[in-house]
C-alpha cells in the first residue's frame, strides 16, 4: 500500500492524470485491476522456466537471478507470493523486444549502417565482463576485457580477417587506466607494458597482475578487521545504523513496497517527483531524533581536503584505525593490495546518493529519496561492511585469476608521462626482466583507450586515495582533462598529446608493429594524429557501447582504429 497524504499527488493511468486531492491517510492500492491480474494460466512461467525461455529467445545464457532482478526493479511483474513466484512470458516477450536483433536493427538506424555488432559482446553478461580481477576496484572510462581479447587472441572471423598478435609477444598500453590490457595480455600468454600519468592507476593495474601470498593477505586481513571491530566497541555508529536500518525497514515496506512500487513507476502510474520527495521530508524527523539520541556527528569541522568533506567524522576515524594497520604489514605486496581493498572501501563510503556516487554533486548528510533503488535510502556511517564485503571479494577474485587463468608471463605498468618515458630505461630499474625481453624483441604493438577531449579529470575520481596515500598528483599532465573542455584549444592540446605518446612508443615498437586506438572520436582528430606521427589508418572497426548506466541508455558508438607504420 501507498498512503498519500498530500494534495495534487499525481497518478498517471494510460488514458488520462486524475487528481487526489486532500487525501488523509489514504490507501492508494498497488494491486493491478482483476482484469489485469486475471492472466490466462499458460501465460505464467516459475522463474525456473522463465530463464530457461529467455535463455532460448536470446541466444545466451539466462539465469533465474537474472529474472528475479526483473521482477525486483519492476521491469516486469511479478505473480503469485514468494513460495511460488511466476511471471507473465507476453511481459517477459514485451521486454526482451528490444534484444535479439531489435536493437541491433535500432541502433544502426541511429548510428549508421556500418556498425559492428559483433563488438558490442551482448552475449556476456556482467559477471563475465567483470570477471576476476577485472572487478578489484571502480574506474570510470575503462574498456571491456573481451574487447581487448578480440583484438589480442588469435581467432579470426568476417570481421577480425588476420591475427595481429601471438603468445609470448609484448603488448604496450601507454594509456593504461585500471590496467585491463595487461590482464588480459597475461590471460592470453603474451607479455605487457603499461604507462599512466597516475600514480594511483598505476597501483591499481600492478596489483591486478600481482602474483601474492593469499594466507598472508587473509592473516593480515583478518588482523585489520579485529582491529577496526575493537575501535567500533568504543562507538555508537553501529547501534544508530541497526536501529537507523530497522526504521527504514518499516517505512518503505509500508511505502515503497517491492516490486509493486517500482513496476508502476515503470508505467508511468506513479508521479515518482511528487511522491518520493513527499516521503522523504516524512521520514527526516525520525532520521534526526536517531543523530540526537545516539550522538552522531554529522559534518567536519573543515572541508580543506576530499577527505574532509565527503565523509562523516566517524567515517574518518574508521579509516584511519585500518590504515594505520596496514602501515604496520611488512609484506610489500600484501600491503598493496589491502590499500586497494582500503581504497575500494572508502570510495563506496562516501557521503553522497547512490546514483551519484560516481560523479559527486554535494555531500548529502542525510537520508534521502533514492530513485535509483525505489526507496528512502541513507549515506553511510560506518566502513565495516563494506570492508569485509571488499576483502572477501577480492581474495576470490585473486584466487579465480590465479586458479583459472594466470599464465607464466610478465606485466608491469609504469608510472610516468608518455611523452617523454624512456621505456626501457624505467623498466630496468622496475622490472629488469621485462626489460630485456624489451630489448631482445621489440614490443609488437599497442592496445590502448586514450582518454577523451574534455571528459573525465583522471586523478579527481580518486581524489580520496590521493588525499590518503599521500600520492603525488600530476593532473597538468593530463591529456584531455575535463577541466581543459572541449574547446579548439583544448582539442588542439589533445591532439599534439596522443601524437607525442605515440611518436615516443614508436622507438620500441618492431618493425611491423600494429597499433589499435578505442575512442570516439567525434570531431576526427585521429586521421590528424595518424599523419603526425607517420602512421597510417588502415582500418576501422565501429562499435555500439552498451550496458550503460542507468542515466545514460542513448545509442552510443566508438571507434577501434587500427593503424601500422606508412
Given at each position: 500500500?501507498?498512503?498519500?497524504k498530500?494534495k495534487?499527488?499525481?497518478y498517471k493511468?494510460?488514458?488520462?492524470t486524475?487528481r487526489?486531492?486532500?487525501?488523509?491517510?489514504?490507501?492508494?492500492?498497488?494491486?493491478?485491476?482483476?482484469?489485469?491480474?486475471?492472466k490466462?494460466?499458460?501465460d505464467?512461467?516459475?522463474?525456473?522456466?522463465?530463464?530457461?525461455?529467455?535463455s532460448?529467445?536470446l541466444?545466451?545464457?539466462?539465469?533465474?537471478?537474472?529474472?528475479s532482478?526483473?521482477v525486483q526493479?519492476?521491469?516486469i511483474?511479478?505473480?503469485?507470493?514468494?513460495?511460488?513466484?511466476?511471471?507473465?512470458?507476453q511481459?517477459?516477450?514485451?521486454?526482451y523486444?528490444?534484444?535479439?536483433g531489435h536493437?541491433?536493427?535500432?541502433w544502426?538506424?541511429?548510428?549508421g549502417?556500418d556498425?559492428?555488432w559483433?563488438?558490442?559482446f551482448?552475449q556476456?553478461?556482467?559477471?563475465?565482463?567483470?570477471k576476476?580481477?577485472?572487478?578489484?576496484h571502480?574506474?570510470k572510462?575503462?574498456?571491456?576485457?573481451?574487447?581487448?581479447?578480440?583484438?589480442l587472441d588469435?581467432?579470426?572471423?568476417?570481421?577480425k580477417?588476420?591475427?595481429?598478435?601471438?603468445?609470448?609477444?609484448?603488448?604496450?598500453?601507454?594509456?593504461c587506466?585500471?590496467?585491463t590490457t595487461?590482464?588480459q595480455?597475461?590471460?592470453?600468454?603474451?607479455?605487457?607494458i603499461?604507462?599512466?600519468?597516475s600514480?594511483f592507476?598505476?597501483?591499481?593495474?600492478?596489483c591486478?597482475?600481482?602474483?601474492?601470498?593469499?594466507?598472508?593477505v587473509?592473516?593480515?586481513?583478518?588482523?585489520?578487521?579485529f582491529s577496526?571491530?575493537?575501535f567500533l566497541t568504543?562507538?555508537?555508529?553501529?547501534?544508530?545504523?541497526?536501529r537507523?536500518l530497522?526504521?527504514?525497514?518499516k517505512?518503505n515496506?509500508?511505502f515503497?513496497?517491492?516490486?509493486?512500487?517500482?513496476?508502476?513507476?515503470?508505467?508511468?502510474?506513479?508521479?515518482?517527483?511528487?511522491?518520493?520527495?513527499?516521503?522523504?521530508?516524512?521520514?527526516?524527523?525520525?532520521?534526526?531524533k536517531?543523530v540526537?539520541?545516539y550522538?552522531?556527528?554529522i559534518?567536519q569541522?573543515?572541508?580543506?581536503?576530499?577527505l574532509?568533506?565527503?565523509?562523516?567524522?566517524?567515517?574518518?576515524?574508521e579509516i584511519?584505525?585500518?590504515?594505520?594497520?596496514?602501515?604496520?604489514i611488512?609484506?610489500i605486496d600484501?600491503?598493496?593490495?589491502?590499500?586497494?581493498?582500503?581504497?575500494?572501501?572508502?570510495?563506496?563510503c562516501?557521503?553522497?546518493?547512490?546514483a551519484?556516487l560516481?560523479?559527486?554533486?554535494?555531500p548529502v548528510t542525510?537520508?534521502?529519496?533514492?530513485?535509483?533503488?525505489?526507496?528512502?535510502c541513507?549515506?553511510?556511517?560506518?566502513?565495516?561492511k563494506?570492508?569485509e564485503?571488499y576483502?572477501k571479494?577480492?581474495?576470490?577474485r585473486?584466487?579465480?585469476f590465479?586458479?583459472?587463468y594466470?599464465?607464466n608471463?610478465?606485466?608491469y605498468?609504469?608510472t610516468?608521462?608518455?611523452k617523454?618515458?624512456d621505456i626501457v630505461?624505467?623498466?630496468?630499474?622496475?622490472?629488469?626482466?621485462?626489460?630485456k625481453?624489451?630489448k631482445?624483441?621489440?614490443i609488437?604493438?599497442i592496445?590502448?583507450?586514450?582518454?577523451y577531449v574534455g571528459?573525465?579529470?583522471?586523478h579527481?575520481q580518486?581524489?580520496?586515495?590521493?588525499d590518503l596515500?599521500?600520492?603525488?598528483?600530476?593532473?597538468?599532465l593530463e591529456?584531455?582533462r575535463?577541466k581543459?573542455?572541449?574547446?579548439?584549444?583544448a582539442?588542439?592540446?589533445?591532439?599534439s598529446g596522443?601524437?607525442?605518446?605515440?611518436?615516443?612508443?614508436?622507438?620500441?615498437?618492431?618493425k611491423?608493429?600494429n597499433?589499435?586506438?578505442?575512442?570516439n572520436?567525434?570531431?576526427?582528430?585521429?586521421?590528424?594524429?595518424?599523419?603526425?606521427?607517420?602512421?597510417?589508418?588502415v582500418?576501422?572497426?565501429?562499435?555500439?557501447?552498451l550496458?550503460?548506466?542507468?542515466?545514460?541508455?542513448g545509442?552510443?558508438?566508438?571507434?577501434?582504429?587500427?593503424?601500422?607504420?606508412?
Amino acid at each position: 500500500m501507498l498512503k498519500v497524504k498530500k494534495k495534487n499527488i499525481r497518478y498517471k493511468t494510460k488514458r488520462k492524470t486524475r487528481r487526489i486531492s486532500r487525501v488523509s491517510e489514504q490507501q492508494i492500492p498497488l494491486q493491478t485491476s482483476l482484469i489485469e491480474s486475471e492472466k490466462r494460466e499458460s501465460d505464467l512461467l516459475d522463474i525456473r522456466s522463465a530463464a530457461k525461455w529467455a535463455s532460448n529467445h536470446l541466444g545466451k545464457n539466462v539465469t533465474s537471478s537474472n529474472i528475479s532482478y526483473l521482477v525486483q526493479y519492476g521491469r516486469i511483474k511479478k505473480h503469485g507470493n514468494n513460495g511460488s513466484l511466476q511471471v507473465s512470458l507476453q511481459e517477459l516477450k514485451d521486454y526482451y523486444k528490444s534484444f535479439n536483433g531489435h536493437r541491433e536493427i535500432s541502433w544502426k538506424d541511429k548510428l549508421g549502417k556500418d556498425l559492428n555488432w559483433t563488438l558490442s559482446f551482448d552475449q556476456y553478461k556482467e559477471a563475465e565482463t567483470t570477471k576476476h580481477v577485472h572487478r578489484l576496484h571502480p574506474y570510470k572510462g575503462k574498456f571491456i576485457p573481451q574487447l581487448v581479447e578480440y583484438f589480442l587472441d588469435n581467432h579470426t572471423d568476417s570481421f577480425k580477417k588476420e591475427v595481429y598478435f601471438h603468445k609470448g609477444d609484448i603488448i604496450l598500453d601507454p594509456f593504461c587506466g585500471s590496467g585491463t590490457t595487461l590482464v588480459q595480455a597475461n590471460e592470453l600468454g603474451m607479455h605487457a607494458i603499461g604507462i599512466d600519468i597516475s600514480a594511483f592507476n598505476a597501483l591499481i593495474s600492478n596489483c591486478k597482475i600481482k602474483k601474492y601470498d593469499l594466507l598472508d593477505v587473509q592473516k593480515e586481513i583478518q588482523r585489520i578487521t579485529f582491529s577496526l571491530k575493537s575501535f567500533l566497541t568504543n562507538s555508537h555508529t553501529l547501534q544508530f545504523e541497526e536501529r537507523l536500518l530497522q526504521e527504514l525497514y518499516k517505512f518503505n515496506n509500508e511505502f515503497f513496497p517491492v516490486p509493486e512500487y517500482k513496476y508502476k513507476i515503470k508505467r508511468d502510474e506513479i508521479d515518482e517527483e511528487t511522491y518520493g520527495p513527499t516521503k522523504e521530508k516524512e521520514f527526516l524527523p525520525i532520521f534526526k531524533k536517531l543523530v540526537k539520541e545516539y550522538n552522531i556527528e554529522i559534518r567536519q569541522s573543515k572541508e580543506d581536503t576530499f577527505l574532509d568533506k565527503w565523509y562523516f567524522p566517524h567515517i574518518r576515524n574508521e579509516i584511519e584505525c585500518v590504515f594505520n594497520e596496514i602501515k604496520k604489514i611488512k609484506n610489500i605486496d600484501t600491503k598493496k593490495i589491502i590499500s586497494v581493498i582500503l581504497s575500494r572501501t572508502i570510495r563506496s563510503c562516501r557521503a553522497t546518493t547512490h546514483a551519484d556516487l560516481a560523479t559527486l554533486l554535494e555531500p548529502v548528510t542525510t537520508t534521502y529519496y533514492c530513485a535509483k533503488h525505489g526507496k528512502i535510502c541513507k549515506p553511510l556511517f560506518s566502513i565495516l561492511k563494506w570492508w569485509e564485503t571488499y576483502a572477501k571479494d577480492t581474495i576470490y577474485r585473486l584466487s579465480q585469476f590465479d586458479q583459472k587463468y594466470r599464465t607464466n608471463t610478465i606485466q608491469y605498468c609504469l608510472t610516468g608521462d608518455g611523452k617523454t618515458i624512456d621505456i626501457v630505461d624505467a623498466l630496468q630499474k622496475k622490472n629488469p626482466e621485462l626489460a630485456k625481453l624489451v630489448k631482445k624483441q621489440k614490443i609488437n604493438g599497442i592496445f590502448s583507450s586514450p582518454p577523451y577531449v574534455g571528459l573525465i579529470d583522471y586523478h579527481e575520481q580518486h581524489a580520496y586515495a590521493y588525499d590518503l596515500f599521500g600520492f603525488k598528483r600530476q593532473d597538468e599532465l593530463e591529456i584531455g582533462r575535463m577541466k581543459n573542455g572541449q574547446g579548439k584549444e583544448a582539442k588542439d592540446m589533445y591532439v599534439s598529446g596522443i601524437s607525442e605518446v605515440l611518436l615516443n612508443c614508436k622507438k620500441y615498437l618492431a618493425k611491423n608493429y600494429n597499433v589499435f586506438l578505442v575512442a570516439n572520436d567525434k570531431w576526427n582528430l585521429y586521421p590528424i594524429i595518424a599523419e603526425k606521427t607517420g602512421m597510417k589508418i588502415v582500418n576501422q572497426f565501429k562499435r555500439p557501447v552498451l550496458n550503460r548506466t542507468e542515466k545514460d541508455k542513448g545509442a552510443y558508438s566508438e571507434i577501434i582504429f587500427h593503424l601500422k607504420g606508412e
